[in-house]
């Protein structure tokens, strides 16, 4: 594993995704329904997006499943559920936060990089806010391309650069510390959760998404782009901080 990609790992061994914004007593049924609150109120536009509904039935992998939110969705619903992650830390959580809901479903640490499961064997491939943070997006998506299976499709979530949450991240790290130079691109991946995260202009995600057939995109504002922009980010969707992209092979 490269040093980078080890300090991303290490990042989320310590810091399961948000874990520490609860106060319940971690792997808890109190820390998991604080956990799931938590995301309807910020991120309410996930269910529309993952349509976990649609999925009963069909092959679903999740890549990077943090604490699980999504994927025990998609369990709930009657997929057949896969989940990787690359830490312990997460596998283990969400191992416990099945249990506690009577669920099963397949989940092991795994390298978005270097998925462990042969061509075309999901109907749907998933991953929220995932992909931009291991040092290879590109490799990352080709797997995800290469896992799904004619007819199937992928429902994956980027950072956006052109948004309101990257020039928050530029005034307070770059302007106000006497660095106006310092671009958005260095200071994400300074600042932006673990290290190495990055943020993508349109042009830079269709090339990522160049494997694909049929791609589309969508903006979604957020709570963190509300704290940069105040009411003026729900004027213009353009500038989410979030990408949800919809793409067929
Ligand atoms: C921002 S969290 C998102 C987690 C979850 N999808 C969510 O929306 O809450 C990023 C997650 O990506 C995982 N991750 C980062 N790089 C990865 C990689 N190369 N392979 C698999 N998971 C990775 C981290 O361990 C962490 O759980």
Redesign the pocket.
Known sequence: MSAL?EN??RH??AD???AKLAEAEWGTEAFFAEVERT?DEL?PFIPAFAAFDRWRGKRVL??????G??FVRFVRAGAVATG????E??VGLVRQRLALEGLSAELRP????ALPFPDGSFDLVY?????D???ETQR?IDEVRRLVAPGGEARI?LYSRRSWVALGVWGRYGLLRGRPWATPTELLARHM??PGTKAYTQTELERLCAGFSEVSYRRFVTPYDRRVAGPLAGLADRFGWFVGITARP
């Open positions: 990609k991303v790992r989320w061994e399961p995704c948000g995301r991120e999740e890549v990077g499943v943090g604490l939110t999504d990787v992650d690359l830490t830390a997460s795994a390298d978005a990089e991953s929220w806010g995932v992909l943070h291991t040092p990352a979530m959760e673990s």
